[in-house]
């Protein structure tokens, strides 16, 4: 116990902790903080969200064929609403605008009728016109969902799985791509901190006993060649409590978003950006991407152990890290984070990808370990 106490206290040193906070501090402000302090992203984003949340509150998990009826009906209400506005103005009457059909086909090349149309949209921002131009797609994707979804298809395989979408009713979930979309950056960002910090914290775990020569003395002992395959389990141990502190950080400031009310809304929509091999929910899907980080967490940090035992300085150790690092980034998060179990992916691809990455790092980290057990005291 008082090697794990001792060995965790050197991880989480004081200065490493500081500079910890400081790197996640930049790291939030760069990358993270834009998909908070801009959820919904500007219009027609907050319009699409404000109407989500309403036909949550109205319909619950799915539309039926009923409640769709009710949500032509909010359609014609908010047209109504719109030829009431247009036809309380003058300056539209005088431009021969006199409904929303007038309206939805003006000449935008005409100077006078850009400029009604850009006093109504963009200085006035009147959220009827913002609303109504996404409640006819919203109807138009209700009315000719399975050819939508189908469409998505590109081999048998896709088609078999929409299909049984269609079959459960899945496709009618009250869930849209503006709460995903952001939801699917806000992870992908936080795993990079998550995944920099544990390169940071974990790196210097051999690289610091060997620059001051505390390994020659760990040597002269059978006890002290164990402390190398110790250093391992109290790395990982470290991994996971740095890790849960930061998604309980992250994941208080994602609360901030109000998405919590599409937490049991199935992302199987029609309205979303992605279909899913899986009939996961909106809060299964966060679980199964939190999974994932704390899995690549722990193949960072045995990466990171690994370089560290054969690096002899931190400039080999950095060289060696940064173009892990920037393809893990670039490429691996694109498909094992970024809309994690997307149908245009094999079905068992990020499930095979997580176990062939912790097989390959626990591999290499095996046989540094065995080497290190019969190694020779060099000077």
Known sequence: ?????????????????????????????????????????????????????????????????????????????????????????????????????????????????????????????????????????????????????????????????????????????????????????????????ILLSVMFIITPTYLRDYLVKVNYLQYTSKTGRRIFKKKILISLLATFILVTIQFLCFFIIYSTNNTSMFFNSNINSIYNIIISWYDLTFIQYIILTVIGVYLLAFVFTLISLLVSSIGKNYITVIGIQLPIALVSFTILLKYLIHYMTNISYPKYFWALSYMALIMISSIFMMIRWKKEEKADILY
């Open 1 to 193: 116990m008082s090697i794990i106490l001792n060995e965790l206290k050197k991880i989480f040193n004081i200065k490493s902790i500081i500079l910890l906070i400081l790197i996640n501090i930049v790291m939030y402000f760069l990358f993270i903080e834009f998909y908070i302090t801009n959820f919904p992203n500007g219009r027609p984003a907050l319009n699409i969200y404000n109407m989500f949340v309403e036909m949550k509150e109205l319909y619950g998990e799915y539309m039926d064929e009923k409640e769709f009826e009710d949500f032509k009906l909010k359609y014609e209400e908010a047209v109504k609403e719109a030829n009431e506005y247009i036809q309380l103005r003058e300056d539209f009457k005088t431009a021969g605008i006199n409904d929303y059909e007038d309206f939805k086909n003006m000449d935008l090349e005409d100077e006078e009728q850009y400029r009604l149309y850009s006093d109504v949209i963009f200085d006035k921002k009147i959220d009827t016109f913002w609303e109504l131009p996404w409640r006819e797609e919203y109807i138009k994707y209700y009315e000719d969902k399975e050819r939508l979804m189908l469409a998505q298809a590109s081999n048998s395989k896709q088609e078999l799985r929409i299909m049984e979408i269609l079959n459960k009713g899945l496709e009618t979930s009250v869930f849209n791509d503006v709460i995903f979309s952001n939801y699917n950056h806000f992870i992908k960002n936080v795993t990079i901190t």
